[in-house]
């Protein structure tokens, strides 16, 4: 299932695209004459982008089950191809002892199960397409959420992406706030997935 594989590559380019910009509104109706100056004011920080998937244990869990999942996906199709073959070469290879009846029906068989293969192979490249997407949704969502948050407490007016494909060519180490959001996204990832493992029996009799 090369095309399986493909999309699973995907994961990495597509999640990268992580970029959020935080704006805070002007206090007691500032003129806008009197906002010209405010860039110069501006607090701006950035994170890595790249260093941040590398380290944030949300995305490669996810992904790590993703890839899992598709190999297993890539074996089922690999399986079923690899019957037709073998039906298709039994076919081959006792043809000349067949009628043309049984000929006819055996190939009609084989040609239903090749289209069946196909519909097959569409459809876990659209399940593991969907999965994909959603799990760039959520890492999208939680990673904008923790910079919102962050921004509000370090006063920070824009949180910019840095990779080799952003417009940000430089930015100092006052302004990589990279290691305190990966340090901040584990946290809340392990907050959340302690809460949602299944607590012990209390109801099971004491002995």
Avoid: C, W
């Avoid at 594989?5 to 959020?20: K, R």
């Avoid at 995305?59 to 073998?86: C, H, I, P, T």
């Amino acid at each position: 299932m090369k095309n399986i594989s493909l999309i699973l590559n995907g994961v990495l380019l597509v999640a990268v695209a992580v970029l959020y910009y935080l704006h805070f509104a002007p206090k007691n109706n500032v003129e806008a004459s009197q906002t010209d100056s405010a860039p110069a004011d501006l607090k701006i920080a950035y994170i890595n982008s790249d260093t941040v998937l590398k380290y944030y244990d949300y995305f490669n869990v996810n992904r790590q089950k993703l890839e899992e999942k598709g190999k297993k996906m890539d074996q089922e199709f690999r399986n079923r191809a690899q019957s037709l073959q073998n039906d298709i070469s039994a076919y081959q290879r006792n043809l000349g002892s067949m009628t043309i009846g049984q000929a006819k029906t055996v190939e009609e068989d084989l040609g239903k199960r090749q289209q069946n293969l196909q519909l097959y192979q569409r459809s876990l490249e659209q399940e593991i397409m969907n999965e994909q997407s959603k799990m760039n949704e959520d890492l999208y969502r939680k990673i904008t959420s923790f910079l919102k948050d962050y921004g509000q407490q370090k006063g920070l007016d824009a949180v910019l992406k840095y990779d080799p494909t952003s417009d940000l060519l430089y930015g100092g180490e006052a302004l990589d706030i990279t290691k305190d959001v990966i340090s901040g996204l584990n946290e809340s990832y392990k907050a959340e997935t302690s809460q949602t493992k299944p607590k012990a029996d209390s109801t099971k009799t004491k002995k």
